[in-house]
C-alpha cells in the first residue's frame, strides 16, 4: 500500500448526501484510477487519468465525479446519483508506461444508511 | 473487449502443498497479465507481472506464474503452501489501449494446517 493513501478509511452516508474520497500519492505517478469492488464482482474501473487535468469514464463512471488538479491527487465524488453506492473503494497508480505496475491504496469502505 | 475468468471461487490447500489458482484471459495483442493479493479490508498487493519474456515468471513471497499463449492462461502457483497464504487472488489483462486493467472476480485461497 504505501505510497498512496485514502481518506478515511470508513465513511458513512445518509442517502442523499454527495461524500468526497479522497487519494493522494507521493510515488510521482502519472496516472491514476478508481475502482469500486463488490463482493463476488472483482474490480470495476470507476474513472482514470492519465495526466493532470484530464481524465476518462471507466466502465461504471454514472453517479461519480472526479477531478484531477494536482499530479498527487485524484479524488472521487459520489454524488447522490449514484444507486447503489455501498460498496470498498480502491485507489491506484501507475508510472508514465502503460505496462508499468498499478499500486493500490488501503481502501475506504462506504456505507449508506 | 478483453476479459478475465478465474474460474474457481475458492480454492482449499494443506499446508506444504503445492498450490495452483487458474486464470484464463482474451485479450486482441499482446497480453500483459498481472497477479495480485487482498486481505481483508485491505487494498492490492502486486505479486507479479508478465510484459514479454520467460513464461515462467518469478514475484513476491515465493510466488510464480507461468505463461501459456497456446492455451490463454495464467496460472499462479507456490511449491508450498502456507496458513498466511490464505487471502483473495486477483488476475488482470491489460488492455483498452493500455490504460485499463481488467480483474477476475477473485479467487479465495484457504490454505489449512
Known amino acids: 500500500d504505501g505510497g498512496i493513501t485514502q481518506s478515511p478509511k470508513y465513511l458513512f452516508r445518509k442517502e442523499g448526501q454527495n461524500v468526497t474520497l479522497s487519494c493522494e500519492q507521493n510515488l510521482n505517478h502519472d496516472a491514476m484510477y478508481w475502482y469500486r469492488q463488490d463482493p463476488g464482482q472483482g474490480l470495476r474501473l470507476i474513472y482514470y487519468?492519465?495526466?493532470?487535468?484530464?481524465?476518462q469514464k471507466g466502465d461504471i463512471a454514472e453517479g461519480y465525479s472526479v477531478s484531477r488538479e494536482k499530479k498527487e491527487s485524484f479524488p472521487l465524488t459520489v454524488t447522490s446519483a449514484q444507486k447503489n453506492p455501498t460498496a470498498f473503494y480502491l485507489c491506484?497508480?501507475?508510472?508514465?508506461?502503460?505496462?508499468?505496475?498499478?499500486?493500490f491504496g488501503p481502501g475506504t469502505r462506504l456505507t449508506v444508511l | 473487449a478483453q476479459s478475465v475468468a478465474q474460474p474457481e471461487d475458492q480454492v482449499n490447500v494443506a499446508e506444504g502443498n503445492p498450490l495452483t489458482v487458474k486464470c484464463t484471459y482474451s485479450?486482441?495483442?499482446?497480453?500483459?497479465l498481472f497477479w495480485y493479493v487482498q486481505y481483508p479490508n485491505r487494498g492490492l498487493q502486486f505479486l507479479l507481472k508478465y510484459i514479454t519474456g520467460d513464461n515462467l515468471v518469478k514475484g513476491s513471497y515465493g510466488f510464480e506464474a507461468e505463461f501459456n499463449k497456446s492455451q490463454t492462461s495464467f496460472h499462479l502457483k507456490k511449491p508450498s503452501a502456507l496458513v498466511s497464504d490464505s487471502a483473495l487472488y486477483f488476475c488482470a489483462v491489460l488492455g483498452g489501449g493500455g490504460n485499463k486493467l481488467t480483474f477476475g472476480t477473485g479467487t479465495q485461497l484457504k490454505v489449512e494446517l
Open positions: 491506484a497508480s501507475r508510472g508514465w508506461a502503460s505496462t508499468d505496475t498499478q499500486y
Open positions: 487519468s492519465q495526466i493532470v487535468n484530464d481524465f
Open positions: 485479450v486482441s495483442g499482446n497480453p500483459y
